[in-house]
């Protein structure tokens, strides 16, 4: 009898070539991916603790499993951040689930599956495996996409008093660059040309090389035509790195940058290392070639203790910079982070406003910036080759921006593949388009 399964993924790139990878070591066990928890067998909720929003996600789809788990013999899984953190206490939340997988056991899938489905007991695996940046990247089986993700280091070093990662990633790890050269050139001769380098600190690569030099080596590859990286961190941006990324013209130019405040007291109780004069400067590590590169970075909104005069710093910042977009969030405290210890004293009220205020004005530059494109003509790769209910197709530029394209009348475009496209329309949240 046919063996299936599901993987639902919460969360940030490096959760997205996970659930991959564990597609991969699925396939190889002998089950079939299907489409929806309700086909499964087996289904795997892969996710993301960094803010507390993305973890009630995954305990709501969990409460909706456990009733389809009375109708019908059913494993369920957890895997990923959340897993990594809560540990057996899962079990304890949500008896129905049947195994825990932390983030560095992704080979250890078949034995926890075997412990819960053959022996019928609660499978759990979370040790530290200090090799698991070593992941047979063969094995992933990647979805239908127009660009490949490859991970070149996983953990983080710093200590950012917010975050959950360094306890549920661990420290840096970083893989032989050759290995990673090796991962490319399979992914060109598979066919793709977008690549995008993954790590919790991907500028802080160390594995043979450093990262300004992997990005040389990897964007020589012959068929490769856009190469991408996340996420960096200011402190390991360096004048090496902005020349490489101002002067390689096969390295998108998009560059994400998280600042998180605009104010150095809130910088500091996050211990996030540098000062906005600081941040600014490496910034200024670009030159000149600063406005051919879209800008982003991640705010966080009602950090413990922030002040109005805080946030209105955060405002300035915005405004000086004006970032093409961002992705902003307000603080939720997550368990084991230093954060803990800090009086989070701001009425909820007062942090929804606070990001209102701060989304808006982020919208105001992003539609700016995106009016000044129209008339243009630009390279965009198209990410969705079936029309949607709107009769248009989906691309998107190097700079990151997202192109929704006018039908063509007789060509039918592939996923992929790289086109000319004349802007002629802006919103904040897209580019119209027609191809040329």
């Known amino acids: 009898m046919t063996k299936r399964f599901f993987i639902q993924t919460w969360g940030c790139q490096m959760n997205d070539h996970d659930g991959e990878k564990l597609t991969g070591v699925m396939v190889q066990e002998g089950y079939v991916e299907v489409n929806s928890s309700k086909e499964a067998d087996v289904v795997i909720l892969n996710t993301c603790s960094i803010r507390e929003k993305a973890v009630h996600k995954v305990f709501s789809e969990l409460g909706r499993l456990k009733k389809e788990k009375l109708q019908r013999p059913l494993t369920i899984g957890v895997t990923g951040c959340l897993a990594q953190q809560e540990q057996s206490h899962l079990f304890t939340r949500a008896p129905q689930i049947d195994f825990v997988l932390g983030t560095m056991a992704l080979e250890k899938l078949p034995h926890i599956l075997s412990q819960a489905q053959i022996k019928g007991e609660k499978g759990i695996d979370v040790e530290h495996y200090p090799d698991n940046h070593l992941f047979p990247t063969e094995i992933a089986k990647r979805k239908p996409t127009a660009k490949a993700l490859v991970t070149i280091i996983e953990g983080c070093n710093h200590a950012c008093t917010y975050c959950i990662v360094p306890r549920t990633r661990g420290i840096e790890r970083s893989r032989p660059y050759q290995s990673i050269i090796d991962e490319v050139i399979r992914l060109i001769d598979q066919g793709y040309r977008e690549i995008e380098l993954l790590g919790q600190n991907v500028n802080s690569y160390a594995g043979g090389c450093n990262f300004t030099e992997l990005l040389r080596r990897v964007s020589a590859l012959k068929g490769l035509e856009w190469l ?145 494109m129209i008339g243009k003509v630009v ?45 002629t329309a802006a919103s904040p949240h897209f580019l119209g388009a027609e191809l040329v």
């Open 379 to 423: 390279d965009a790769r198209i990410e969705n080759p079936i029309l949607n209910e709107n009769g248009f197709w989906v691309g998107r530029m190097g700079s990151s921006k997202t192109l929704h394209l006018k039908e063509k009348v007789g060509y039918i475009p592939q996923m992929g593949e790289l086109v000319s496209a004349r802007i």
């Open 228 to 372: 991408r990286f996340t996420t960096s961190h200011p402190m390991n941006f360096t004048k090496e790195l902005a020349h490489e990324i101002v002067t390689n013209p096969r390295i998108a130019p998009f560059l994400h940058l998280p600042v998180q405040s605009g104010s150095n007291a809130v910088l500091k109780r996050m211990l996030r290392e540098y000062t906005i004069e600081e941040y600014l400067e490496r910034l200024d590590y670009l030159g000149s070639s600063r406005s051919s590169i879209c800008l982003s970075t991640d705010f966080i909104v009602g950090f413990p203790g922030e002040t109005e005069s805080d946030f209105q710093q955060t405002l300035d910042l915005l405004d000086y910079v004006q970032f093409e977009s961002s992705f902003s969030f307000i603080y939720s405290l997550r368990p084991g982070t230093a954060a803990v210890r800090l009086k989070d004293d701001l009425p909820a009220e007062v942090k929804q406003e606070r990001l209102v205020r701060l989304q808006s004005r982020q919208a105001h530059w992003t539609l700016l910036d995106n009016q000044n």
